[in-house]
Nanobody
């Protein structure tokens, strides 16, 4: 049984920063792909950034230079450092994982485990 638990969401003004965390509860794996996905009201879920156990990362263009995904090792949490936040970043953010080596895909259907989500709201 694997569970993912996110934390760190909140409300900030445009230009602010937040750091999201995702803890793996249960059986971790040394080989993994993990990432952050988001869904805004009335919009489809989109992949934001992913990382694999070799340290390879992928970002969508809209967050490049502002967001940083990291995970030190298979026992540590997954983090998402978000800087210079914009109102269009407002969404529910979900952590996702799969216990396979990379390269990490940015498609949600390729991930097996999901967290419950944490809300990020950015006001202008």
């Amino acid at each position: 049984q694997v569970q993912l638990a996110e934390s760190g969401g909140g409300s900030v003004q445009a230009g602010g920063s937040l750091r999201l965390s995702c803890v793996v509860i249960g059986w971790p794996s040394n080989n993994y792909c993990m990432g952050w996905f988001r869904q805004a009201p009335g919009k489809e879920r989109e992949g934001v950034t992913v990382i694999d156990s070799d340290g390879n990362t992928v970002y969508i263009d809209s967050v490049k230079g502002r967001f940083t995904v990291s995970r030190a090792n298979a026992k540590d949490p997954l983090y998402l450092e978000m800087n210079n936040l914009k109102p269009e970043d407002t969404a529910m953010y979900y952590c996702a994982a799969r216990w396979e080596r990379g390269p990490p895909p940015l498609r949600g259907y390729q991930y097996r485990f999901w967290g419950q989500g944490t809300q990020v709201t950015v006001s202008s």
